[in-house]
């Protein structure tokens, strides 16, 4: 039965220059998991992402930082910020 991958439109190749010692390594690490050398890069690269875009996208506080965060949030807005928010856009 096909995954959730090979449903997806595969058109699109990668080309990668890797040394010999590289190539090498990622074939017997493909090999001990039973997988193509495609399904073990694609798979590896897949899992740096999420992780990689995950780092980038997601803030994480201290207890004490998200508590200090929520309580400035919980606070009154200043009236300053009022006033502009008030304003009509200059868009409008």
Same mark, same amino acid.
């Given at each position: 039965? !096909?995954?959730? %991958?090979? *449903? @997806? &439109? *595969? +058109?699109? +190749?990668? &080309? %990668?220059?890797?040394?010999q !010692? ?17 399904? /073990?890069?694609?798979? @590896?690269? &897949?899992?740096?992402a +999420?992780? &990689? ?6 803030? $994480?506080?201290? !207890?004490?930082? $998200?508590?200090? $965060? ?6 009154? #807005? !200043?009236?300053? #910020?009022?006033? %502009? %928010?008030? +304003? *009509?856009?200059? /868009?409008?």
């Open positions: 039965m !096909p995954t959730t %991958l090979e *449903k @997806h &439109d *595969k +058109r699109y +190749r990668m &080309d %990668l220059r890797l040394t !010692p590289q190539r090498a390594s990622y074939e017997q690490a493909a090999s001990l998991r039973g997988q193509t050398l495609t399904q /073990w890069a694609t798979a @590896h690269l &897949d899992e740096s +999420r992780r &990689d875009i995950a780092e980038a996208t997601t803030t $994480f506080l201290s !207890p004490d930082a $998200f508590d200090a $965060f929520c309580e400035i949030l919980e606070s009154p #807005v !200043p009236e300053a #910020v009022q006033e %502009l %928010l008030s +304003r *009509k856009a200059i /868009w409008e």
